[in-house]
């Protein structure tokens, strides 16, 4: 027990060292408000057979055609008529118009209907293989879904498109 609280706590060391050596390449989601709740009229509380009608698989985009200035963001939520409730994963992905995505960052957060949502990853587009374009695939913590997306870069960067999948299980 005493090795595994060492190697635990060694961990958590080397990843606070990690997160503060690129504290000024990501974004503070701890400064910037949550998404706003949703009504909670979502699918996830309809009846059987209005939830039988909703879109419980497929794919969708969010984001079409927008720019985002050197430090700002913006939300792109997932209709309430499409439901995550049946979904362990979520593909997410991002297309730029031949603007290099270093310094452009994801969160995805999820929230259950009427509840706060949660961030629950950030997606550092930079790592993607090809420099104008990729995903990722992030785990479902709720059945509704807004992905916020960053430009750090020191440029403008247009966005072609923000694609979102995801299949019933």
């Not at 995550?84 to 992905?93: C, F, M, P, Q, R």
Request: charged share 10%; net charge neutral; aromatic share 10%.
């Amino acid at each position: 027990m005493k090795k595994l609280t060492i190697t635990l706590l060694n961990a958590m060391f080397c990843l606070g060292l990690a997160v503060n050596a690129n504290a000024q390449s990501v974004p503070n989601v701890d400064g910037n408000q949550p998404p706003a709740a949703d009504s909670g009229n979502g699918t996830s509380s309809l009846t059987a057979n209005a939830a039988a009608q909703a879109v419980t698989a497929g794919t969708v985009v969010i984001g079409k055609q927008f720019t985002l200035n050197p430090g700002q963001y913006q939300d792109f939520r997932l209709g309430t008529n499409y439901s995550l409730d049946y979904s362990s994963k979520v593909a997410i992905s991002l297309l730029s118009e031949g603007h290099n995505l270093a310094g452009t960052f994801m969160v995805p957060y999820f929230a259950a209907p009427g509840a706060i949502y949660t961030a629950i990853d950030l997606i550092d587009c930079s790592r993607f293989t090809y420099s104008t374009q990729g995903g990722a695939v992030v785990s479902v913590y709720g059945s509704h879904l807004v992905i916020r997306v960053y430009n750090l870069s020191n440029r403008p960067v247009t966005y072609t498109q923000l694609m979102v999948h995801w299949s019933a299980n």
